[in-house]
């Protein structure tokens, strides 16, 4: 059984008494230590900035051209955080609460509830930084409402949320480099963990313009390098996001979590063809106002404003009516599924749903109107007005659309669709964010820790900036003030060299097949495979099938791959190629994954196990764990159960009615 | 729907690395669906060169969505390509039409060398930032978020020159190559909330002199910045910034 080092004591007082208690490093000895940060995301850049200001000597990795661009960069709709400034009856412990159902109870309570308690902290520290949140005109914070909460808890800049989250982040990161604390390695790439004596201890390292191999030293590995969704193929994650670091670590012994917990995001810009590289998201703030409808008569093929309000389907808020278009992200996208399975989907693919900004245009400019004094404004007025109070909320996400869509979405309503967004699974961790192999942690999306088998939106932020800002800061130093007593590591020891070696083999090995299929090609089939058998449902038959189509890819990769260029040089196809060779192995592990949790959870829905009415049916008595793996070999790993023990919240089934 | 598809020719600048000569290089490209974003049908043509054995065209480019600025390209004349407050990766075939000729370049400056074909190293725009763009605050010093009210005018203001994402489109349109434009929405950034106020003198002059040290050439306020920015980053920050400096140096100590 799996060791999570949950502090004793009541919930609310585990974190309080874990920092009142944890062993420190005095700062004469930080300045000697040298501790390694992978990613530079929110997780990446906030853990490498705070941990610098506290005086380590830290090393930061992004494969990216600068840490600004690290795809944290892409978040919307905004962060959560329990300040309660809207009187609406929010707390720490309702916050807590919402995402252990959001995450239909396989989160682990500990961690969920350090969260919320350090949530107030983030938004304190990123408006410190001068991040321009959202205000009111009384010049205080603005919020927002989001999936799976009844209250206001989201903070917000436009539909760029993240982005000024990760320019905080980074001008933090970028002020302990110019401090001389953080030394900043862009466009280089993990390639491998290095362990002496069971300890993470380093990382080979490529530079990715010169191909060059690296060694590097550190007491500590932070992988902060994000999710897996781009195994996938298409999926709303930037083209370079990748599994590899967390899957270099899996190889190295570190196990990995709940891998077949990926979310399906609910509002996205559909499919339009095969040349497609990527699906882009509309943010789920989009829900806050718009109405979500397909039509009543299957295969409609009138145009959207040519069917009557009494032929409309808003299926949401007919299945739903406590929540309506608010429900948590799987159980949207479900029922976007359901409806089009069912033959009732839109647009030329009918693989798509309309997102419907009418109905709320029309209810913003009777209020401007209202505002006004202009009590007899004729309804084009109103519409006038409305689109205007629109177009300053969601203004950037419209333009998004039309560009993508060629259409105008202020005039027809919008199609969407579901797509991978977030993987919840991720590296196994304890409490203080360390996997099983010690040295080695793994923050944000990367770990699988906090958001069980549904994450709830504005959520991911909140937990990137919470592990990097808030949490690593005292984990790491209770483990590192054993390590004092331990000299720094020269990178010619046997095990740096050895590394470094089977690294360079593997390289060579790629680049020496010189087979006829692009990197590109292996990655849209394996794509598809995960899509139709282990993406929004799920069954026995399709997984098995699955996990021997994959294996069968893998071999052919390994055989028939075609890498141009040199490896000593700047060669984007050989970094792709080392990804998806790592996608593949994972993809496997996904379905391994998926056919090992009889039951339905959050985003895993597997067919066999559904309520009457098609909603997912947990097993509580039998799966009320955390799924971990160990590799033992090609094709095999070893399951690890944590036990989740609900000490305050009861699990029941979750309902959104 | 009916897509349309065209034939296009492309004019590509190829280059071995930072130290080789490059050259435009010609590459057909067929039926091309409309629907396509710019970068995918760098792709299709991408895929192509790789089965027939040559070296794909190298460009930057991650997120896709036209908000981490790594997609670069100087197409026909135009940072980001024809479409305005718009990113290449954001670009759509149909803003072209069967049988164009389409010229593809690199950003063109001294302060952004060239690494491979299209993509060049803005490592420069970093080393502004650590010259002094950010507010100095170490992690765990905030006060409550709502303890001081910030006029929301003020707070959009300094939102909307925060939304640059450093593509660096500003200065491939300039032909001075000046990073003014990218600088002063930093400046602007924090010199517009009373959290970037104790630092405002020292952050304007240090990150002007470090501007200067990366070889970025003089502003004339051209405005090309301005009209090649996909996030439509006024020019009026470029005066703001100039009034800092100003500020800054008339009352240094």
């Known amino acids: ?657 | 729907m009916a897509h349309n598809h065209m034939n296009l020719k492309l004019k590509v600048w190829r280059q071995k690395n930072a130290n080789a000569s490059g050259a435009f290089v010609k590459y057909d490209v067929n039926d091309i669906s409309d629907e396509m974003s710019f970068l995918e049908m760098l792709d299709v043509l991408n895929e192509k060169l790789i089965t027939t054995g040559e070296e794909p065209i190298a460009f930057d480019h991650d997120c896709r969505e036209g908000i981490c600025g790594m997609c670069s390209l100087y197409i026909d004349g135009k940072p980001h390509g024809p479409w305005q407050a718009n990113t290449t990766c954001q670009l759509h075939m149909r803003a072209f039409k069967d049988g164009d000729t389409i010229t593809i370049e690199p950003w063109r400056s001294n302060a952004f060398p060239i690494v491979k074909d299209l993509t060049v190293d803005r490592g420069a725009f970093d080393r502004i930032i650590q010259a002094g763009g950010y507010v100095s605050v170490n992690t765990g010093n905030a006060v409550d978020g709502n303890s001081l009210p910030i006029n929301k005018d003020d707070a959009d203001a300094s939102f909307a020159a925060a939304m640059c994402i450093g593509c660096g489109a500003c200065v491939a349109a300039c032909k001075n190559s000046s990073a003014m434009l990218f600088l002063s929405a930093k400046v602007s950034h924090l010199a517009q909330l009373p959290q970037g106020e104790p630092e405002r003198k020292s952050r304007v002059l240090n990150m002007v002199a470090q501007m200067d040290k990366e070889g970025f050439g003089s502003c004339t306020n051209t405005g090309a910045c301005e009209a090649a920015c996909p996030k439509e980053i006024s020019i009026a920050n470029i005066a703001r910034l100039n009034k800092e400096y100003l500020r800054a140096g008339l009352t240094q100590e």
């Open chain 1, 1 to 657: 059984m799996l060791n999570s080092k949950i502090p004793a004591g009541n919930l609310d007082d585990k974190w309080v008494d874990y920092k009142g208690h944890c062993k420190l490093v005095n700062p004469a000895n930080k300045r000697k230590m040298e501790v390694i940060v992978v990613g530079t995301g929110l997780a990446g850049a906030s853990a490498a900035a705070s941990l610098g200001e506290l005086g380590y000597k830290v090393k930061a990795f992004c494969f990216q051209d600068s840490p600004r661009r690290a795809h944290s960069i892409a978040a919307q709709g905004g962060i959560n955080a329990a300040k309660n400034y809207q009187n609406d009856g929010d707390s720490v412990f309702r916050l807590f609460y919402d995402t252990i159902k959001g995450g239909d109870y396989r989160a682990r309570e500990a961690n969920v509830h350090r969260l919320a308690e350090v949530s107030g902290n983030i938004i304190d520290q990123c408006v410190a930084q001068g991040v321009p949140f959202a205000r009111e005109y009384g010049g205080l914070l603005s919020n927002r409402s989001f999936g799976g909460t009844q209250v206001q808890r989201t903070f917000y800049a436009a539909g760029q949320t993240g982005q000024q989250l990760l320019i905080g982040a980074y001008q933090a990161l970028e002020r302990q480099v110019a401090l001389g604390n953080v030394t900043m390695y862009a466009r280089h790439e993990m390639l491998d963990v290095v362990k002496i004596d069971g300890k993470a201890k380093g990382i080979i390292a490529r530079n990715l313009i010169t191909g060059e191999l690296e060694k590097h030293f550190g007491y500590a590995v932070l992988l902060c390098t994000g999710g897996y969704g781009n195994v996938f193929y298409l999926s709303t994650n930037a083209m370079g996001s990748n599994v590899s670091a967390t899957w270099k670590a899996h190889k190295q012994g570190a196990y990995f979590a709940n891998p077949c917990f990926t979310q399906i995001h609910p509002t996205c810009i559909p499919v339009s063809g095969d040349h497609q590289s990527k699906l882009t998201l509309m943010s789920e703030s989009l829900r806050n106002d718009g109405r979500i409808w397909v039509p009543k008569a299957k295969g409609d093929t009138r145009k959207p404003n040519e069917i009557p309000e009494e032929e409309r389907d808003y299926y949401l808020e007919r299945r739903y009516p406590a929540f309506g278009n608010l429900v948590p992200r799987d159980v949207a996208s479900r029922a976007a599924k359901e409806r089009c399975d069912a033959g009732y989907g839109v647009g030329t693919s009918k693989q798509a749903v309309y997102l419907d900004y009418a109905a709320a245009i029309e209810r913003y400019g009777k209020i401007e109107a209202s505002k006004q004094g202009l009590h007899n404004a004729s309804k084009e007025e109103i519409i006038v007005m409305g689109k205007e109070v629109v177009k300053e909320k969601y203004g950037n996400l419209f333009d998004m659309y039309s560009k993508i869509t060629g259409e105008n979405p202020y005039e027809v309503p919008m199609r969407i669709y579901p797509a991978v967004h977030y993987t919840m699974g991720g590296l196994w961790v304890d409490y203080e964010l360390q996997t099983n192999v010690p040295g080695l942690y793994a923050l944000g999306e990367a770990n699988f820790s906090d958001h069980g088998a549904n994450r709830l939106g504005a959520s991911a932020l909140m937990q990137g900036l919470a592990d990097g800002y808030f949490v690593i800061p005292y984990t790491l130093g209770n483990n590192l003030a054993d390590e004092i007593y331990n000299a720094p590591i020269p990178t010619s020891h046997p095990a740096f060299e050895a590394a470094e070696k089977e690294v360079a083999e593997r390289i060579a090995t790629l680049k020496n097949i010189n087979g006829k299929q692009s990197v590109e090609s292996f990655h849209k089939r394996l794509g598809k495979i995960i899509w139709n058998e282990c993406g929004m449902s799920r069954n026995e038959a399709g997984l098995k099938k699955a996990i021997a189509d994959i294996q069968a890819l893998k071999k052919e990769f390994w055989s028939d791959v075609r890498i141009p260029g040199e490896i000593n040089e700047y060669n984007p196809e050989l970094d792709k190629a080392n990804r998806v060779a790592d996608f593949i192995e994972l993809g496997e592990l996904m379905c391994v994954d998926a056919l090992n949790r009889n039951e339905s959870c959050g985003g895993h829905f597997r067919e066999e196990y559904q309520t009457p009415d098609g909603e997912a049916l947990r097993d509580d008595e039998n799966y009320m764990y955390v799924a971990a793996w160990e590799t033992t070999g090609e094709h095999q790993w070893q399951l690890h159960k944590e036990e989740l023990k609900y000490e305050v919240i009861k699990p029941s089934q979750r309902n959104y009615k």
